[in-house]
């Protein structure tokens, strides 16, 4: 049988790795962390385009058929029925994806920036005797000034996603978009996760909020970044002070274009009552 195919994106430390926990519970559904598939993605199109000398023997059909082969491939010896790839990539080549996969949805999720970077440097100093490869070198690590704006840049953890997911929110390919707001996710799981299923017109399922399995500490482990995607058992809102100073918590507060849906097709879960 077919896979049907979605995906999950957003921003970095914004709950897709919580999303894919409880979405992994339902036996229809793969869900993981970020997968190697965005990668080979980009490097067969890539490979594929005008800088290959033989680029002319590739008919239009034919790139189609090997990109949309690369998924088929990867995913092959999955039992499940529908598939959730995850990648902050996805936002950034929304018209691509979309044309191979075009009742693919995508779930998009979102946290206030500021508390995405205290979540980062909080990582960082609780790893603080394994040198993080977020960063390059010193010079961009030395002060928690240097790491956030280190990370900000449009090329780097947080900068890029956020300008992919930037675009994808005021493209045309928007209506294929939902975002998910981490703290609605976390404080509320009972009443997000039905309208995520909703937007998916798939059948709902019963999950179990407080009994989550995932973690990747390897992957952890290679980056420097213990924790990075371990998953608390029970789904919860854990308030805590920053560690940001005010200056720089101020600063990146107040990025939430998100939640001015003007200009936008995007469905977005707000925290009012409302249908997706």
């Not at 924790?227 to 200056?247: M, N, Q």
């Amino acid at each position: 049988m077919p896979k049907t195919f979605h995906f999950i994106s957003g921003l970095p430390r914004s709950g897709s790795t919580l999303l894919a926990a409880i979405l992994r519970q339902n036996p229809r559904i793969h869900a993981a962390m970020t997968s190697p598939v965005g990668t080979l993605f980009t490097s067969l199109h890539t490979t594929m385009g005008l800088g290959n000398e033989f680029s002319e023997f590739i008919e239009d059909k034919q790139r189609e058929r090997m990109l949309r082969g690369i998924f088929n491939l990867f995913y092959q010896d999955h039992p499940h029925e529908v598939i959730f790839d995850t990648n902050r990539l996805w936002c950034a080549i929304l018209p691509l994806l979309l044309r191979l996969f075009p009742e693919a949805k995508i779930l998009c999720t979102v946290r206030n920036v500021a508390w995405i970077m205290d979540s980062i440097e909080r990582l960082v100093r609780k790893n603080s005797l394994s040198p993080s490869r977020l960063f390059n070198n010193g010079a961009e690590s030395d002060t928690i000034y240097h790491r956030v704006e280190t990370l900000a840049q449009r090329d780097r953890m947080v900068g890029f996603p956020f300008y992919a997911l930037k675009e994808a929110f005021y493209s045309p390919e928007a209506r294929n978009l939902l975002i998910i707001d981490y703290d609605l996710l976390a404080q509320a799981p009972e009443k997000v996760i039905p309208l995520v299923y909703q937007f998916l017109n798939e059948t709902p399922f019963d999950h179990d909020f407080e009994n989550l399995d995932y973690q990747e500490p390897s992957f952890d482990a290679r980056l420097g970044m213990h924790g990075l995607h371990e998953i608390k058992r029970k789904v919860a809102l854990r308030p805590r002070a920053t560690l940001l100073p005010p200056d720089l918590f101020k600063q990146y507060s107040q990025l939430d274009f998100w939640k001015n849906g003007e200009g936008s097709l995007a469905s977005v879960i707000n925290p009012q009552p409302a249908a997706v």
